[in-house]
């Protein structure tokens, strides 16, 4: 079947004449997309792996700097120093329930002591830069007794001014000088609203426990960045439709500490419900939408759009059985790597950091069935059916780093003709990096339109496409011919095309993008009654050419058996605009509502440089749900792109 499938690719892409693609993919290999400021492919920021140089699972240095070096890996987030090392604390003798700062100072010295006394390689220390370490509940003051190592006498923190003291300490003790560079960022508790009911506390309390910390912690280290709330299940339009799951939870921890926050953090995942009947997917027009009303009303509130730390994501399968190694397993977050970056490298000026979820070795995960953790990058030969022999061997996840491993330059503008593949491209000199990704749940044709590379000739391109076949995932490396203008992408599967040619391409033209918040958000549907955003002129300042979209999350319920999906009638500047009927990845049938952002197209033109502000109107002929958040998303061009 591999085999079988690689014909029928070398067939589709050697075949130039008499084929009509389903999807014309551009490419403006002269235009620079630049966003925010940003329009370098940072792998710092997205080719990340969750691990630090020194953790102990790693099977050996050689394995190690091999997989940092050979992929161009940075490193990323560590979740067991912090509740390690308070367990290490006795309490101050003088003060009752605070951490005894001598005690941190003995162990910091301790740690910056063993860590100069290893050898490290500077370019692999250089991975380290923005690391990021992050707390969990026995950090966090719960009225209990903190739990502590042999020797040390069980104290209760008092309250979080006390825990704060603790972390700011030990940054500050730690690292830096002689030892460890200190973690650009702090992720202050993993996950806590979820647990909040386990340890006694409320979500208020969290919130106010994250103001604390961060005052504290930027005290006594101003370079390192404070964040939260590492949000778990931001299932925001939960309880019919009615957002309460929003209002209970970001809503609140940003009323509360957005102010005092440096990054909001959450973890996004697709999975598979717990009868292991149906995939979901938060990829797509619902990741959007939940990204698009934190920045609404993080700029509603506090007048600024914090950056992002996505500090987890992937596939997450919520059935307990499934907790063995498996290479079907494996193949749905590879899936989900790829489809899920893609979507955060649209919005690199506001990742500070994204992180795929897979471990090292998990060997702290025990599971009385003998099952292992599924969500790490080594494995043990036997664990396959079929091999033998104890040694660490990579697993299929590697796989992501594989298909990355080159991808680097200048971001270009690429538009596809369908919003179901996604399209991006860089320049290195006389390289592209040409990524598509294929959310369809069937095989795509796409036809490539190279355009204004002016007499550069390509001299090569090599394609790494990683699909499935039959559940399994496969990484295929092959060259093309030079000619190639069309390519077929397996369903769900990612290809990047690498093109070498003549000379160094030229980039003299530019696309920058800007994104225009409405003043509301989260306004109800009710038929027929017109709900209303209003957007800053002096915002949408326009060019002489350009292009613009209206971004339109909702949250609703599904339509009735025999019903269709309702999509409104919506007014730009009193224009009406035509409304698509396709967004980003599935129908969302597998998910209990609808929440998503429909990406309309609005003609530029129709942007009022003379008014005080630009109006949408929106208005929907059946009740219920929530229109979330009314985006406008700007492209302004140095030159007429001809689509």
Same mark, same amino acid.
């Given at each position: 079947?591999k085999?079988?499938?690689?014909?029928?690719?070398?067939?589709?892409?050697?075949?130039?004449c008499?084929t009509?693609?389903q999807?014309?993919?551009?490419?403006?290999?002269?235009?620079?997309?630049i966003?925010?400021?940003?329009?370098k492919?940072?792998?710092k920021k997205?080719?990340v792996m969750h691990a630090?140089l020194?953790n102990?699972?790693?099977p050996?240095?050689?394995?190690?700097?091999?997989?940092l070096?050979?992929?161009?890996?940075?490193?990323g987030?560590?979740?067991?120093?912090?509740?390690?090392y308070?367990r290490?604390?006795?309490?101050?003798p003088k003060k009752e329930?605070?951490p005894?700062?001598?005690d941190?100072?003995?162990?910091?010295?301790?740690?910056k002591?063993?860590?100069a006394?290893k050898?490290?390689?500077?370019?692999? #220390?250089?991975?380290t830069g +923005?690391m990021m370490?992050? %707390?969990q509940? =026995?950090n966090?003051?719960? !009225?209990k007794?903190?739990?502590?190592?042999?020797g040390?006498?069980?104290?209760?923190?008092?309250?979080?001014?006390?825990?704060?003291?603790?972390?700011a300490?030990?940054?500050?003790?730690?690292?830096?000088?002689e030892?460890?560079?200190r973690?650009?960022?702090?992720?202050v508790i993993n996950?806590?609203?979820?647990?909040?009911g386990?340890?006694?506390t409320?979500?208020?309390?969290i919130?106010?426990?994250h103001?604390?910390?961060?005052?504290?912690?930027k005290k006594?280290?101003?370079?390192v960045?404070?964040?939260g709330?590492t949000a778990?299940?931001?299932?925001?339009?939960a309880?019919?439709?009615?957002?309460n799951?929003w209002n209970?939870?970001?809503?609140?921890?940003?009323d509360?500490a957005?102010?005092e926050?440096d990054?909001?953090? #959450?973890?996004i995942?697709? +999975?598979?419900?717990?009868d %292991?009947?149906? =995939?979901y997917y938060?990829? !797509?027009?619902?990741?959007?939408?939940?990204l698009?009303?934190i920045?609404?009303y993080s700029?509603i509130?506090?007048?600024e759009?914090k950056?992002?730390?996505i500090?987890e994501?992937?596939y997450?399968?919520?059935r307990e059985?499934?907790?063995?190694?498996?290479?079907?397993f494996?193949w749905e977050?590879?899936?989900s790597f790829?489809?899920i970056?893609?979507?955060?490298m649209?919005?690199p000026?506001?990742m500070?950091?994204t992180?795929p979820?897979m471990l090292?070795?998990?060997?702290?995960?025990?599971?009385?069935?003998?099952?292992?953790y599924?969500?790490?990058l080594?494995?043990q030969k036997?664990?396959l059916?079929g091999e033998?022999?104890n040694?660490?061997?990579?697993?299929?996840l590697v796989k992501?780093?594989q298909?990355?491993s080159?991808?680097?330059g200048?971001?270009?503008?690429t538009?596809a003709?369908d919003i179901d593949?996604q399209?991006?491209?860089y320049?290195?000199?006389?390289?592209?990096?040409?990524?598509?990704?294929n959310?369809?749940?069937?095989n795509?044709?796409l036809d490539?339109?190279?355009?204004d590379g002016?007499n550069?000739?390509?001299?090569?391109?090599?394609?790494?496409h990683?699909?499935e076949?039959n559940?399994?995932?496969?990484l295929?490396?092959?060259?093309?011919?030079?000619?190639?203008?069309?390519v077929e992408v397996?369903k769900?599967?990612?290809?990047?095309?690498?093109?070498?040619?003549?000379?160094?391409?030229?980039?003299?033209?530019?696309s920058?993008?800007t994104?225009?918040?409405?003043d509301t958000?989260?306004?109800?549907?009710?038929a027929g009654?017109?709900?209303?955003?209003?957007?800053?002129t002096?915002d949408?300042?326009?060019?002489?050419?350009?292009?613009?979209?209206l971004?339109?999350g909702?949250?609703?319920?599904?339509p009735?058996?025999g019903?269709?999906?309702?999509?409104?009638?919506v007014t730009f500047n009193?224009?009406?605009?035509?409304i698509?009927t396709?967004w980003?990845?599935?129908?969302?049938s597998?998910?209990?509502?609808?929440?998503?952002?429909?990406?309309?197209?609005?003609?530029?033109?129709?942007?009022d440089n003379?008014s005080?502000?630009n109006?949408?109107?929106?208005?929907?002929?059946?009740?219920?749900?929530?229109i979330?958040?009314?985006v406008?998303?700007?492209f302004?061009?140095?030159k007429?792109l001809k689509?």
């Amino acid at each position: 079947m591999k085999h079988f499938t690689l014909i029928l690719l070398l067939i589709t892409v050697m075949s130039l004449c008499n084929t009509t693609a389903q999807v014309l993919v551009d490419v403006n290999l002269n235009v620079k997309h630049i966003v925010g400021g940003e329009s370098k492919f940072d792998r710092k920021k997205f080719i990340v792996m969750h691990a630090g140089l020194n953790n102990g699972e790693w099977p050996n240095t050689v394995a190690r700097d091999t997989f940092l070096t050979n992929y161009d890996v940075y490193l990323g987030r560590e979740n067991g120093t912090l509740p390690g090392y308070i367990r290490r604390i006795s309490e101050d003798p003088k003060k009752e329930g605070w951490p005894n700062v001598v005690d941190i100072k003995s162990v910091g010295k301790a740690q910056k002591k063993k860590y100069a006394s290893k050898s490290v390689n500077p370019d692999l #220390l250089a991975r380290t830069g +923005g690391m990021m370490i992050g %707390g969990q509940f =026995n950090n966090y003051p719960t !009225g209990k007794p903190l739990p502590t190592y042999k020797g040390v006498k069980p104290w209760t923190l008092a309250n979080n001014e006390a825990a704060a003291e603790f972390y700011a300490q030990f940054f500050k003790q730690a690292y830096g000088g002689e030892g460890e560079p200190r973690p650009q960022y702090l992720e202050v508790i993993n996950e806590p609203f979820v647990k909040s009911g386990k340890y006694g506390t409320t979500r208020q309390a969290i919130s106010e426990f994250h103001v604390a910390v961060a005052k504290r912690v930027k005290k006594l280290n101003p370079e390192v960045k404070v964040g939260g709330y590492t949000a778990a299940y931001p299932e925001y339009s939960a309880n019919n439709s009615n957002f309460n799951h929003w209002n209970n939870n970001w809503k609140r921890f940003i009323d509360v500490a957005g102010k005092e926050m440096d990054f909001y953090s #959450l973890h996004i995942y697709d +999975g598979m419900a717990k009868d %292991g009947k149906e =995939n979901y997917y938060r990829s !797509g027009s619902n990741m959007e939408a939940m990204l698009d009303i934190i920045e609404s009303y993080s700029m509603i509130k506090i007048g600024e759009v914090k950056p992002f730390v996505i500090s987890e994501y992937g596939y997450f399968w919520q059935r307990e059985e499934i907790t063995e190694f498996t290479k079907e397993f494996q193949w749905e977050n590879l899936r989900s790597f790829s489809t899920i970056m893609m979507q955060l490298m649209e919005r690199p000026d506001q990742m500070e950091k994204t992180i795929p979820f897979m471990l090292l070795k998990a060997g702290w995960w025990k599971k009385e069935s003998g099952a292992r953790y599924p969500y790490r990058l080594f494995r043990q030969k036997y664990e396959l059916e079929g091999e033998t022999g104890n040694e660490w061997v990579f697993t299929e996840l590697v796989k992501f780093y594989q298909l990355w491993s080159d991808v680097k330059g200048t971001r270009v503008d690429t538009k596809a003709s369908d919003i179901d593949i996604q399209v991006d491209a860089y320049i290195d000199g006389k390289k592209m990096y040409l990524i598509l990704n294929n959310i369809e749940q069937s095989n795509q044709t796409l036809d490539l339109n190279l355009i204004d590379g002016g007499n550069n000739k390509v001299k090569s391109i090599k394609a790494k496409h990683l699909y499935e076949v039959n559940g399994l995932p496969t990484l295929e490396e092959i060259e093309l011919d030079v000619n190639t203008a069309q390519v077929e992408v397996s369903k769900c599967a990612t290809m990047i095309l690498e093109y070498t040619f003549q000379k160094e391409v030229s980039i003299d033209e530019a696309s920058e993008e800007t994104k225009i918040y409405a003043d509301t958000y989260l306004k109800k549907i009710e038929a027929g009654k017109t709900n209303t955003f209003n957007f800053k002129t002096a915002d949408l300042k326009k060019a002489k050419y350009g292009e613009l979209v209206l971004r339109l999350g909702i949250g609703r319920e599904h339509p009735s058996e025999g019903e269709s999906f309702v999509y409104p009638e919506v007014t730009f500047n009193g224009t009406m605009i035509d409304i698509p009927t396709d967004w980003r990845g599935y129908d969302q049938s597998a998910r209990k509502r609808f929440f998503g952002v429909l990406e309309i197209p609005v003609p530029y033109e129709l942007i009022d440089n003379n008014s005080a502000q630009n109006t949408v109107e929106v208005k929907f002929s059946n009740s219920g749900g929530y229109i979330s958040s009314a985006v406008l998303q700007k492209f302004d061009f140095s030159k007429d792109l001809k689509r």
